[in-house]
């Protein structure tokens, strides 16, 4: 009888299991928005990579809106390279033209 399980017990433990998974794809979805960010905006005299510019336009739609990505321009160094800086502004102004509607609205 100590092996048997309290459907009480069962129900009320699903809803921690289900947020600790969110959680974890939570997580993997902004590490890999970081990658993007820091792969598209970089030092690197080439042009960005598509696949990480859209990649980031892709985060905006299943966020609607830009918070993630600002929040992670907070701590990249813009201003520390012409390079960076260039594409920085070229990553912005694909977010704005293709990305969701409320990239530019930071209260989304």
């Known amino acids: 009888r100590s092996s048997m399980v309290n459907l009480s017990q069962l129900v009320t433990n699903i809803p921690i299991r289900r947020k600790?998974?969110?959680?974890?794809?939570?997580?993997?979805f902004?590490?890999?928005q970081w990658q993007s960010a820091t792969k598209a905006i970089n030092n690197v005299e080439t042009p960005a990579k598509e696949k990480h510019v859209r990649n980031l336009i892709l985060g905006s739609f299943r966020l609607e809106g830009g918070r993630l990505f600002w929040?992670?321009?907070?701590?990249?160094?813009l201003e520390s390279n012409p390079i960076v800086c260039w594409k920085f502004c070229y990553v912005i102004h694909r977010l704005l033209r293709d990305g969701h509607k409320h990239v530019s609205n930071l209260r989304k």
């Open 20 to 28: 600790a998974a969110d959680q974890v794809e939570r997580d993997k």
């Open 30 to 32: 902004e590490w890999s």
């Open 71 to 77: 929040s992670m321009m907070t701590r990249l160094q």
